[in-house]
């Protein structure tokens, strides 16, 4: 059988995805290229050709692209920070923007006194930031919490992987970020809290790959977007140390609400609130800090 050229592959392949209006159409084709022949994206450029049966494979991945299938499901595998995680059909993929968040939160405890940190990831869905950031502070003592039955099988299998391959494990927690009896243990014990929660206002229009394939429970908060952080507030305020830190990613229609619920909070100061690479709002972090009360107990 004649070999054929992969490069003519990806340039059909992305008129393809460009016909069928997927937003991103030379990087996914050659992105779901590197999937089929093994190899990163970068080092395409090293296999000029390949056999017929390797094309047919790579059409009918595309095929299932253009149907606006995300391209994660299709690999089985979204990237975070330093590692790769399993994803697919009932939990939310993990979106770049969250790079972010990822990359102060990592910041913030490269900050942190030698003792090893305490970390808390709410709506942890497949686990992304917990692990990405057990990975990088392989000292931190990471818990992290999921609502969603399907998205915690996940998040316990990518961590069950990240463990066999040397991480530090994590403790996964089935529960509701909004309960106020959740995680009594924790209460002024932890460092640092992120949280990618549920926060899009309903009836946002969403592309295809979130509408009908990410899970509406991560993605809708409310008629505001509003609805899962406004009491979460409420239990970071208990969980965190004073002087602990937190993370709250959100919709970009909504980061000066989120700030404000904040600052309305005498327990938080430095509040400030953070764009994507987009520009767009995306993140606001704040600290906990001591009340009159706490303050003159010495706290």
């Not at 159409?25 to 022949?37: C, I, K, S």
């Not at 299938?69 to 595998?77: A, D, E, F, K, S």
């Not at 961590?159 to 009896?181: E, F, K, N, S």
Request: glycine residues 8%; aromatic residues 4%.
């Amino acid at each position: 059988m004649t070999r054929q050229p992969l490069r003519l592959a990806i340039l059909d392949a992305t008129r393809t995805l460009e016909d069928a209006g997927v937003p991103s159409p030379r990087t996914d084709a050659e992105l779901l290229a590197a999937h089929v022949v093994g190899v990163e994206r970068g080092r395409l450029g090293l296999i000029p050709l390949v056999d017929p049966d390797v094309i047919e494979t790579y059409r009918g991945l595309v095929a299932r692209r253009a149907e606006r299938i995300p391209l994660q499901h299709i690999t089985g595998v979204a990237a975070i920070g330093a590692i790769d995680l399993a994803v697919g059909p009932g939990v939310f993929v993990p979106r770049p923007e969250t790079e972010l968040l990822l990359a102060w939160a990592i910041a913030v405890l490269e900050a942190t006194p030698t003792r090893p940190p305490v970390v808390l990831d709410l709506c942890t869905g497949s686990g992304a930031l917990a692990l990405a950031i057990a990975q990088a502070r392989p000292d931190a003592v990471v818990h992290a919490v999921e609502l969603e039955t399907a998205a915690l099988a996940w998040a316990r299998r990518n961590a069950d992987t990240r463990a066999a391959m040397g991480d530090t494990p994590i403790v996964l927690h089935h529960g509701d970020v909004t309960d106020r009896a959740l995680l009594p243990d924790l209460e002024g014990g932890v460092d640092l809290v992120v949280s990618n929660p549920p926060y899009i206002p309903v009836g946002a229009q969403l592309d295809p790959e979130v509408a009908d394939h990410d899970p509406s429970t991560a993605l809708f908060g409310g008629p505001d977007g509003l609805s899962v952080i406004t009491p979460m507030v409420s239990n970071i305020a208990r969980w965190l140390r004073i002087g602990g830190a937190l993370a709250i990613e959100h919709d970009d229609s909504n980061g000066a609400q989120v700030a404000a619920l904040l600052r309305e909070r005498r327990v938080f100061g430095e509040v400030s609130e953070h764009n994507d690479l987009a520009g767009k709002p995306r993140f606001v972090v704040a600290r906990r800090v001591a009340t009159a009360t706490e303050a003159a107990r010495g706290h």
